[in-house]
């Protein structure tokens, strides 16, 4: 019997895992998603199969602290709305290592769009940590803030798009997005580029959700922890300590289908599990 | 101008009737058209359809004048209504009718602003000065054959055009003006390519259409000249001896014998339209239907000017209650009806009208010249730059101007105060060439201190307990204090030391505590990460 891969027609195992993307390859999932955004954290990044924040597709931060949800997107942000003048992030004019074509879609111009922010994003701050202030802007629409997000990601003049509900606000309207409004959110957000967060209170934790990211966020002395409550495809229940940002992560990639997900990583974020 | 032809139905769109046989030659500038440099419209329904054509549904309507029916729509028509009749008749025959007097100076506006929309066709627009009985336009086309395809293609747009703005036209294409406006007139349509074609044409017409002069008229009657074409074949200086000198220079007009100086229609430098509504109407639908048509008729005038505006004025006038006025504006210059339409049926769902809308008024005084732009070669590289600008539009018309808003650093040092809301509307469009506003200091922000992600709008008391400050534990306070202490010339003083405290939960906080007065501690906002 002639060794497999002897026979120059038959294809290696290699070679089809590095040529199709659609074969299943178990636990790394990385076939078939879509481009990602550097969260800023290479830890969290190694965990997600998009290796950060999906552009495509609902991200939703599950927290009790409104002002948490900001913290762990800005680096993000930074490079999805970075500002021009400041030196130190200029890491998004340059290609990222492996598909920097993609650069020139996803730091377009266009409005980072912040709905119902439970409080004054400060625009001081976020200028020294490197936004463009120019291009955020802020809507206060109490009980639309469904609405709103739809349209930002319909019309495709945002480069991101970050939501906040609110479980104890008075007006029942706002109270938790309905399953039905998230997946129609879901739905535009999946046929977009345009990264779209939703911060919304832990208790809307068991409520089905059609967004294929879910994290639970806390804030942790000298950092955050993150929970991975929902992962399509991947391994959810992982704990991770987020401590402050080591700079941004500029790369915006494609996973190729031989960059499978670091198995390693998995049991380094298992050694913070408390 | 016989009455009966006011009568045409409003939705059978004029059609050609003097049929150009398919030409002989393929050629697009075949013979039968050589010589179309006229175009005249005739609006043989403008009494009523200034009225008619600003109500989404067909309801029994008539104008009258001095008493009398003088046109009526088709479903009064039904109900036996006929010009003619007197208005009391006529109301005897049906209580469904609305009668409306005739408005003379709504039908010379309306008529003013179709010729606005033609400069979208001929740079020489003109409005038929004469007979005041007959609204019409005449348009120098030769020039603008070849830009639109042809004599008919451009009949087409133009009658496109006109149907879209509710009104209906008879358009006839002649090569003297006198002759295209006649045979518009007469109620026909079509391509009248040559002189020797225009003599056919004219021949079985009245020659009512020419002479007004009743006298002279029964003259004309009684030498047995009954039609157009026998008062044209004879002789002119009898003519002339007969009937002045005037009239021989109307037929030479029409047949191309005498020069015919058309004057130029100026178009006003500002929009305003008025539509009356014969009916009220409260429905949203009802209203965008009727704004649609002046909103269509800005946009044609826009485009022959070559202009866009960012701003327009309503004003929807109510029976016996003050105006609702309201204005719509977009972050770019704007000239496409639809956007503007899309914008107004967004800002009219959350309008509450008080009454029902009896006319509607559309002004817009800025007009800007139009930007021009190279288009882009490959569609895809760069995102559309008006899609930004395109959202704020839609929120803002939706949420109100003060819901969205952007964000920019002021040259303060008081938290409150070192930033502010951009809420103008050209000022918040982004734009590509680095728009950070640092106030007026380009060289960054005034401190380099570490500032929280989150502010307060208003700073919270905190609990002191054992004389620390206290939120659901007790903070713990960083090693470094931030001293500010200024305002002391506009009356918002502040005399504050300001920590970064870590709560209970890990939480970073931005808390200070009062310099004077009772030294109470206060919670300011939230810090991001700490810079490692």
């Known amino acids: ?274 | 101008m016989s009455q009966a032809r006011l009568l045409r139905e409003s939705t059978d769109p004029p059609r050609p009737r003097i049929a150009t046989p398919p030409s002989k030659t393929a050629s697009p500038q075949s013979d039968d058209q050589a010589d179309c440099n006229w175009m005249a419209l005739h609006l043989p329904a403008l009494p009523l359809q200034v009225f008619e054509r600003g109500l989404q549904t067909s309801l029994p309507l008539a104008v009258s004048e001095r008493e009398r029916i003088l046109a009526c729509n088709d479903a009064a028509q039904r109900l036996g209504v006929r010009p003619g009749l007197r208005d009391g008749a006529a109301r005897a025959l049906t209580e469904t009718l609305r009668i409306v007097r005739r408005c003379r100076q709504a039908e010379r506006s309306a008529l003013e602003r179709l010729a606005a929309y033609a400069l979208n066709f001929s740079n020489l627009v003109s409005l038929d000065q004469g007979d005041e009985q007959a609204a019409a336009l005449v348009l120098e086309v030769g020039r603008s054959l070849r830009l639109f395809g042809g004599a008919h293609a451009l009949q087409h747009q133009v009658l496109d055009a006109a149907e879209g703005l509710g009104w209906q036209v008879c358009c006839v294409l002649a090569p003297t003006p006198a002759a295209a406006l006649l045979l518009a007139r007469a109620g026909m349509g079509g391509l009248v390519g040559t002189h020797a074609a225009v003599r056919q044409a004219l021949d079985g017409l009245s020659p009512a259409l020419l002479v007004s002069d009743p006298q002279a008229l029964d003259d004309l009657t009684s030498m047995g000249v009954r039609t157009l074409g026998a008062l044209l074949r004879l002789p002119r200086a009898g003519l002339a001896e007969r009937f002045g000198l005037s009239l021989v220079q109307r037929i030479q007009r029409l047949l191309g014998e005498r020069a015919d100086p058309q004057r130029p229609f100026v178009p006003p430098t500002r929009f305003r339209a008025e539509l009356e509504l014969p009916a009220e109407v409260q429905s949203t639908d009802g209203l965008v239907f009727a704004c649609r048509r002046l909103l269509d008729e800005l946009g044609g005038f826009l485009t022959a000017r070559q202009s866009a505006v960012q701003r327009i004025e309503w004003c929807l006038s109510h029976a016996d209650s003050d105006a609702t006025r309201f204005h719509l504006g977009t972050a770019r210059l704007e000239t496409d009806p639809e956007r503007w339409l899309e914008l107004l049926r967004a800002r009219l769902e959350r309008l509450s009208l008080p009454r029902p809308v009896r006319a509607i008024a559309l002004r817009s005084d800025e007009l800007s010249p139009l930007p021009l732009g190279n288009a882009e070669l490959f569609e895809d590289i760069a995102p559309d730059p008006a899609l930004p600008a395109a959202l704020l539009d839609r929120l803002r018309a939706r949420l109100g101007d003060r819901a969205v808003r952007g964000l920019a650093l002021a040259m303060d040092h008081r938290p409150e105060r070192a930033w502010c809301w951009r809420s103008s509307i050209v000022e918040a469009a982004p734009s590509n060439a680095g728009s950070r506003y640092i106030g007026p200091d380009k060289n960054g922000p005034l401190t380099h201190a570490e500032r929280p992600i989150w502010l307060l709008p208003e700073p919270l008391l905190l609990e002191q307990r054992d004389r620390r400050p206290w939120l659901d534990g007790p903070l713990s306070l960083g090693s470094r204090c931030e001293r500010i202490e200024t305002g002391w010339w506009d009356g918002f003083e502040i005399a504050r030391d300001y920590y970064i405290a870590t709560a209970h939960s890990g939480e970073r906080l931005w808390i200070y505590r009062e310099m004077r007065g009772s030294r109470r501690w206060f919670l300011h906002g939230f810090m991001g990460l700490p810079e490692s």
Request: charge should be neutral.
């Open chain 1, 1 to 274: 019997m002639p060794a497999i891969g002897s026979n120059p027609q038959t294809p290696r195992l290699e070679q089809l895992l590095a040529e199709r993307a659609d074969l299943w390859r178990g636990r790394s999932s990385a076939a078939g998603v879509g481009e990602g955004v550097g969260t800023g954290f290479p830890e969290l990044d190694q965990l997600l199969p998009w290796h950060g924040w999906p552009v495509s597709g609902l991200t939703e931060l599950l927290t009790d602290q409104p002002a948490i949800g900001l913290t762990l997107l800005l680096p993000a942000l930074r490079c999805l709305c970075p500002g021009v003048e400041d030196g130190d992030n200029d890491h998004c004019d340059q290609p990222a290592q492996s598909d920097g074509q993609d650069l020139s879609i996803i730091c377009s111009d266009g409005w980072l769009l912040l709905v119902n922010p439970p409080y004054i994003p400060y625009a001081p701050a976020l200028a020294a940590k490197g936004l463009d202030l120019g291009r955020v802007l802020v809507v206060d629409a109490p009980g639309q803030g469904a609405w709103v997000l739809e349209q930002a990601l319909r019309s495709g003049g945002c480069t991101a798009v970050v939501g906040w509900s609110t479980a104890d606000e008075p007006d029942k309207q706002e109270r938790g997005w309905a399953t039905a409004i998230l997946r129609r959110l879901q739905l535009v957000a999946s046929e977009r580029s345009t990264p779209a967060f939703l911060l919304r209170p832990m208790a809307a934790a068991f409520q089905s959700s059609p967004a294929p990211l879910r994290l639970d966020v806390e804030a942790a002395p000298n950092g955050l922890d993150v929970v991975l409550r929902k992962l399509r495809g991947g391994r959810v229940g992982l704990r991770l300590r987020l401590s402050g940002s080591v700079g941004p992560s500029p790369i915006v990639s494609k996973p190729k289908a031989k960059r499978a997900v670091d198995p390693n990583a998995f049991r380094r974020a298992e050694v913070g599990l408390r």
